[in-house]
C-alpha cells in the first residue's frame, strides 16, 4: 500500500520536470533566434530604398469625342543605400493615372542593382485612343488649357535582396510617385518627384 502511493507522488514530479526542460529548451531557442536576428541586422543594417521621378514628359497628346492619344516619359532613380545588400528585379511594370482612370502602363526589363548604386529606370507609356468616362474627359480638358495636367506614376516590381550568397524570397515592391505634373511648353522644368515605397 505504502509502495503505491510512493509511486503515485513520483510520476506527478517526473511530469512536472518533463514540462519545465520542454519551457526551458523553447526559451533558450527563442532568446538564440532573437540574438541571431539581432546580430544579422547590426552587421547588415538595412537601409529603406529611395526612389525619385526625376523627369517626366508628354507628347502627342490629343483629346477627341472622349478618347485619349498620348506619350508618357518617365525617369525614374532608384538608389540602393545599403553596404551590403543588393535588390533583384525580376519584373517590373509601371502605371500612370489620372485620378481614379489608368491611361496607361508600360513593362521595365529585369535587372540587378548593387549595393550603394544608383540605377536609372525608363519607361514609357502610351495611351493609345482610350476611352475616358466624360469626367476625366472634362477635366483633362481643363488641366491642358490651364499648361499642365497631374497625374500618378505608379510602378510594381517583384524583387529579391541578396547578402553575401543568401538570396530572400520574392517580395512585391510597390512604389508611388504622386502629383506629378507633366507640362506641355518645353521651356518648362520638370520638378522632381520624391516617391512612396511599400514593400
Not at 508618357?72 to 543588393?86: E, H, I
Not at 525580376?90 to 548593387?114: G, N, R
Amino acid at each position: 500500500m505504502a509502495g503505491n502511493t510512493a509511486q503515485a507522488t513520483q510520476q506527478p514530479v517526473k511530469h512536472f520536470n518533463l514540462v519545465r526542460c520542454v519551457a526551458v529548451c523553447l526559451l533558450t531557442l527563442i532568446v538564440l533566434v532573437g540574438l541571431a536576428v539581432l546580430i544579422t541586422w547590426l552587421v547588415i543594417r538595412p537601409k529603406r530604398l529611395v526612389y525619385t521621378l526625376e523627369n517626366g514628359s508628354l507628347q502627342h497628346f490629343n483629346l477627341n469625342n472622349n478618347h485619349i492619344n498620348a506619350t508618357f516619359d518617365f525617369v525614374l532613380m532608384a538608389y540602393n543605400p545599403n553596404t551590403k545588400t543588393s535588390v533583384y528585379y525580376d519584373s517590373m511594370e509601371s502605371v500612370v493615372s489620372y485620378k481614379d482612370q489608368t491611361l496607361a502602363f508600360d513593362t521595365i526589363d529585369p535587372f540587378h542593382q548593387p549595393h550603394r548604386d544608383t540605377a536609372r529606370v525608363e519607361s514609357k507609356l502610351v495611351a493609345q485612343n482610350l476611352a475616358l468616362s466624360p469626367s476625366t474627359y472634362k477635366d483633362l480638358g481643363g488641366e491642358k488649357s490651364s499648361g499642365e495636367i497631374e497625374v500618378d506614376v505608379h510602378y510594381k516590381s517583384r524583387v529579391r535582396f541578396k547578402v553575401g550568397m543568401w538570396k530572400s524570397k520574392h517580395r512585391t515592391l510597390k512604389i508611388v510617385c504622386p502629383s506629378v505634373k507633366l507640362h506641355f511648353s518645353w521651356s518648362r522644368h520638370f520638378e522632381n518627384v520624391p516617391c512612396e515605397v511599400e514593400l
